[in-house]
């Protein structure tokens, strides 16, 4: 925790100081008392980390019915093929990120794709995956795969990404 | 002859109220359930202005956002003179009261522009018909900005109802820009509007700080759900929660003393208690399936909150302990996103009816399911802090605004014409 308020203070320290250099003459008033001035808000970004370079293997995309975590046969087949994929490449790790169609809540949608992720995830380990090779994170519906609201767009949104990372 | 009488007056009580009754329940659902005040608006003077023209026009201006202001709130049935020629409903410069009460006024909104010293000034005041004397006045700075008509709208809705107005509220909501979505600011009607973060990722779920100081949001900055808050007034952010897995559906407690949340570190989405101060983490669900977005009750001391426990998302009543779980909702197979009306009776959420998603409210007692829009997917509920209104996001035009109307469904009206903005948050009266 303590790791995270340092690195948290020191982005703010850097942010503001960015901030000042390039916008010396902001004046410090109550913004929400001036809606004409628009200050924009110090932003907290960490600084780019440098990555591992990611395996260049390819897994294909788990997808799921509406409302549902659950695995279907074609998803189990795919999981399948992609625990004998990880048994060839020891040094590789996996980040599932799970996905939702356009359609209800944001919030419920976020715990959805986790679900989703978590279903994957499951499967995985009682192939045999190690739990310490597998990551989940959930994106709801914030980040569709195809634009367009119709049954065969949000089908392809409703989705766990399978993405390699290094370990 | 006497018992003929009482019964005749019987059956027409009886008949009346048959024909009436729908009459009766559909004002009450088309307005509001309260009395509400017939408020003569008189044309502008301004003999006195001649030489100001822009004051004039300014006037002009912050009357139209007053008028909007006063018949919005739902305190006033707005009654216009049927000529805005200067003079009309006056007689030798003064209010002709008989013309006001024939149009059916009972009190008068009377705007001058009058010229003291060398300033020009917007004096309203409000004269009532029955008691015959003024029961309002004050002077403004006739600048034509919105903050200040916003403020004389709620100054007068205070002195006439003796009630909080909400024409000086804000509302934050998230504005997709690319790939990414920015918090926005917007007065309650739209106006004003400015940008909030430049994250340059995904920001979502605002949820107002009691006092209106902060907001608490879930920032996707680090690609993944980290619940952060934003000072309002120095513009800095701290981070609130970071846990393993989930942090989203931020709400904080009326008393501002905790934050309910949910966080999927002990392995699902189950919703917690946290104190920003003490950083004491209290888990209240507890369950195998997704529970999230809490909103509290106006006394503290229940959350409604949302859970696919049966199979489906459903909505569900907790105490703040974690107890008394009790489902509220059993129509149809997806309700979620409630949000505790600040009166304390009803529960705004939306409810999956025929394919598309609409904001209904019901009763805390389950009864009373409504629903409220009928046009595209409407989501994303948040009350207006004196529990009279509604804002939410509409795809109705084909793209995603923020709408706001009143608690019975009525007025509904854009007040976004940027496409992709969702998840509005109204704020409080401060």
């Known amino acids: ?167 | 002859m006497k018992i003929k009488y009482v019964l005749l007056i019987l059956l027409s009580t009886i008949l009346c109220q048959n024909v009436f009754g729908r009459a009766d329940v559909y004002l009450k659902l088309s307005t509001s359930e309260r009395r509400q005040l017939e408020l003569g608006i008189a044309p502008l003077q301004a003999q006195d202005a001649k030489d100001h023209p822009e004051a004039i026009v300014n006037a002009q201006k912050m009357l139209e956002i007053i008028g909007d202001d006063l018949a919005f709130s739902l305190y006033f049935k707005l009654v216009y003179p049927p000529s805005l020629l200067e003079g009309y409903g006056l007689k030798k410069g003064r209010l002709d009261i008989g013309a006001w009460q024939m149009l059916g006024a009972r009190q008068v909104l009377i705007p001058e522009l009058k010229q003291e010293k060398k300033k020009v000034i917007l004096k309203l005041s409000v004269f009532d018909l029955g008691i015959q004397r003024q029961v309002f006045s004050k002077d403004f700075e006739p600048d034509g900005s919105r903050a200040a008509a916003h403020a004389a709208s709620d100054l007068i809705i205070k002195n006439l109802s003796g009630e909080d107005g909400v024409s000086s509220t804000k509302i934050a909501f998230s504005l997709k820009s690319g790939k990414n979505k920015e918090l926005m600011l917007a007065d309650y009607d739209g106006g004003g509007l400015r940008a909030l973060t430049n994250f340059n990722s995904i920001n979502i779920s605002p949820d107002w700080q009691p006092g209106g100081g902060a907001l608490a949001f879930v920032s996707f900055y680090r690609n993944r759900t980290d619940i952060v808050s934003l000072n309002l007034a120095s513009g800095q952010t701290a981070i609130i929660s970071q846990t393993e897995g989930l942090n989203t559906s931020p709400a904080w407690s009326p008393d501002g003393k905790s934050l309910a949340l949910t966080l999927s570190k002990d392995g699902n989405a189950e919703i917690y208690l946290l104190s920003p101060e003490t950083k004491e983490l209290r888990r209240l669900t507890n369950s195998w399936a997704i529970d999230c977005s809490p909103s509290w009750s106006p006394n503290g001391r229940e959350l409604v909150f949302n859970s696919d426990r049966p199979g489906s998302p459903q909505l569900y009543i907790m105490d703040s302990e974690g107890a008394n779980i009790r489902r509220l909702t059993y129509q149809g197979g997806y309700n979620t996103s409630p949000s505790w009306s600040p009166r304390g009776d009803k529960i705004a959420f939306v409810s999956r009816i025929d394919g598309r998603f609409q904001v209904c409210t019901i009763d805390i007692t389950g009864d009373n399911f409504v629903q409220l829009t009928y046009e595209g997917d409407n989501e994303d509920p948040s009350w207006s802090p004196d529990g009279l209104h509604l804002c939410f996001s509409s795809s109705r035009t084909g793209s995603h605004q923020i709408w706001r109307m009143h608690w019975d469904g009525s007025a509904q009206q854009a007040i976004t014409n940027n496409g992709g903005s969702y998840m509005p948050a109204w704020g409080p009266v401060q």
């Open chain 1, 1 to 167: 925790m303590n790791k995270y308020f340092t690195v948290i203070a020191m982005c703010l320290v850097l942010a503001l100081g960015f901030g000042c250099t390039k916008k010396q003459t902001v004046k410090q008033e109550e913004p929400i008392k001036q809606p004409e001035v628009s200050i924009p808000a110090p932003v907290a970004t960490p600084p780019a980390e440098t990555q591992p370079a990611a395996p260049k293997i390819e897994f294909k995309t788990i997808f799921f019915a509406f409302d549902s975590y659950s695995l279907n046969e074609e998803g189990k087949a795919l999981l399948n093929q992609a625990g004998g994929l990880l048994r060839s490449y020891p040094e590789v790790a996996l980040r599932l990120e799970g996905h939702c169609d356009e359609r209800g809540t944001a919030e419920y949608n976020l715990a959805l794709g986790e679900k989703r992720a978590n279903a994957v995830r499951e499967y995985l380990e009682n192939l045999g995956v190690s739990r310490s090779r597998l990551s989940t994170v959930s994106f709801g519906k914030e980040k569709p795969a195809v634009a367009g609201n119709d049954e065969a767009s949000w089908a392809r949104n409703r989705r766990v990404e399978i993405v390699p990372v290094a370990k």
